[in-house]
């Protein structure tokens, strides 16, 4: 079922509590609207919101993304395994980069959502954050990867710190770096790819030129290795758009090894037989909202994508040597 989007900005009457309009909008109990606000449903003036009972003033803008027939329990799913003689925790699906009283940095295994869709999935990346953080504290959804995708997530435990990185992102601050295998030889070292990314009614996306028809999009690439059949890029973004590096690398002829959606009859390989996508979130950069330092971190190539490239290093090297 899709999900329901309701907008409502608030009147001089309505100033105070949230949790009134938001019971009134979406018919919950304030329970099930904690819940809601742990899967990322609502935000005020387009920032998260950590608790139903979140001040309000006139003007407010309040929206509320929800599916009418989840329950939206405030439930703590995913099992977690022990910390590594390191001291550095993991599970199967995150590993704790770096953590504070502000926000904590994970990096993301391919596999599971960052928060919920219509779908109604009852694992994702914000509730196993969540309970790895106790009941008390709830991680804030700042940006997302797409499930197939790996890499760098920062998330924030307070609303004021997730609307800070936020505005980061919105001024296109941090530093996103990520890793991916495409189809195909890219001639170009290095480029730009701009476009106004719109949506089909499948919910694929794709570029058109009238910036009334779509969100802006701006993608920089530089390759890193030329392979035997496949191109290893570094991709740095400057906005942040659903699936914004899968279409700009399609529409290039050069999809990613392993995108069932964008181009799926070049991204196809025969060294490449895993579902997840070649798209790893390898450097992520921002100033702390608080200390105001910069921090930086980065998530080493998975050992997926080393395979593959020392395939293709290989296969290569047998074809030279037929020529020779």
């Known amino acids: 079922m899709p999900l329901e989007h309701k907008t409502h900005t608030v009147t001089a009457e309505e100033a105070g509590r949230a949790d009134l309009i938001l019971k009134a909008i979406t018919g919950r109990s304030r329970s099930q609207l904690r819940g809601m606000c742990m899967n990322g449903c609502l935000s005020i003036n387009g920032r998260a919101v950590t608790e139903p009972s979140t001040a309000v003033k006139e003007g407010d803008v309040v929206d509320v993304k929800f599916d009418p027939q989840r329950k939206y329990r405030e439930t703590w799913l995913g099992k977690f395994q022990a910390k590594s003689p390191q001291g550095k925790f993991q599970c199967k699906t995150f590993s704790v980069v770096f953590e504070d009283n502000y926000l904590i940095v994970v990096d993301k295994q391919a596999g599971i959502l960052t928060v919920p869709t219509e779908n109604q999935e009852s694992r994702t990346l914000v509730e196993e954050v969540s309970r790895y953080l106790g009941g008390q504290i709830r991680a804030l959804v700042v940006h997302r990867l797409d499930r197939e995708t790996s890499g760098l997530l920062v998330f924030a435990k307070q609303s004021e710190i997730a609307g800070a990185l936020q505005d980061q992102l919105r001024l296109r601050a941090p ?121 930086r971190f980065v998530s080493e190539m998975p050992r997926t994508f080393q395979i593959f490239v020392k395939l293709q290093r290989r296969a290569m090297n047998e074809s030279a040597q037929k020529t020779e």
């Open 175 to 295: 530093d996103r770096v990520y890793l991916t295998l495409v189809a195909g030889i890219m001639k170009e070292d290095a480029g730009l790819y701009e476009s106004y990314l719109a949506t089909s009614k499948r919910l694929s996306r794709y570029s058109v030129e009238n910036p009334d028809g779509g969100e802006h999009a701006i993608t920089h690439f530089a390759v890193d290795e030329r392979l035997a059949e496949t191109t290893l890029v570094r991709v740095k973004l400057d906005t942040g758009r659903r699936n914004q590096i899968r279409v700009h690398l399609a529409e290039a002829d050069h999809p990613i090894i392993g995108d069932r959606r964008y181009r799926p009859n070049l991204s196809k390989h025969p060294d490449w037989p895993h579902t997840r996508l070649a798209l790893h979130a390898h450097i992520l950069g921002f100033q702390h909202p608080v200390s105001g330092e910069d921090l």
